[in-house]
């Protein structure tokens, strides 16, 4: 739900002769409708669509997810100075620019150094669930990644909810394995109740960081907007395996 950005407007520069060149994805009535939705509900969105000629480009999902995560700004005591800082086109792009105050943290726990696998042949293995024959499961893939990593492990999910995968985790920091993890910020309160419900006081396993981001934030003209949600899950262990995908 990001408005354009350069790379947003092609892919081969703007000579639509290239070859290569593909059309812009975004476009200045998506942003309208989406500013429609939210500020005139279903009804609004719908005729908007209709007006300006445009596909509904939004699932059912998406649209749900808008409407639920919509945030209403803070009033201010110095509307004059709320102007001054604003932007004056109106652009969704750049009405409330965001500027973080926080850096991100460091990977205190440290980080194996990088080593050039020269001639070293790259191994690409396809898992699927439920295995085929003779071939792990996903989870189990993962789990023995967990188990058998060194040095560092590093995690991002969007929702970790997986008790087993957890205890894994656990007991690799406790072998002074530096476990990093990643989540999604609106689904963290998932694990948070996971711990919870597994007795464990995150802030005493020393070898353990977690920390949560959220998606790109889109702002309305009218000052409300709404964060998008990180939806990677990987796993990186020592530098030198990834698994990337989902299992149920």
């Excluded at 950005?5 to 520069?13: E, H, T």
């Excluded at 188990?147 to 985790?169: G, S």
């Amino acid at each position: 739900y990001s408005m354009a950005r350069r790379s947003q407007c092609s892919s081969a520069g703007d000579n639509p002769l290239d070859p290569n060149y593909l059309p812009p994805h975004y476009r200045e009535e998506y942003r309208l409708a989406i500013d429609a939705l939210i500020e005139e509900d279903l009804e609004g969105y719908y005729q908007f669509l209709q007006n300006a000629d445009v596909v509904d480009f939004l699932s059912s999902p998406e649209i749900h997810y808008i409407q639920s995560s919509v945030q209403v700004p803070e009033q201010s005591s110095h509307p004059e100075r709320l102007f001054l800082e604003t932007g004056v086109d109106g652009s969704s792009d750049t009405y409330w620019p965001i500027h973080s105050d926080l850096d991100a943290p460091g990977l205190d726990l440290g980080w194996p150094q990088l080593h050039h696998f020269i001639g070293v042949p790259t191994e690409v293995t396809t898992l699927v669930n439920p295995p085929e024959p003779d071939m792990p499961s996903i989870k189990e893939q993962a789990r023995r990644l967990i188990k058998n990593a060194q040095q560092v492990i590093a995690i991002v999910m969007d929702m970790f909810t997986d008790v087993d995968m957890f205890a894994d985790i656990l007991n690799a920091a406790k072998r002074n394995v530096a476990v990093y993890i990643i989540l999604d910020k609106q689904n963290a309160h998932h694990f948070v109740n996971m711990v919870s419900n597994c007795r464990v006081n995150l802030q005493s396993i020393q070898f353990l960081r977690v920390r949560t981001v959220s998606g790109i934030t889109y702002h309305c003209r009218s000052g409300k907007s709404f964060k998008g949600q990180m939806m990677d899950r990987f796993l990186l262990t020592d530098c030198r395996a990834v698994l990337s995908g989902n299992y149920r």
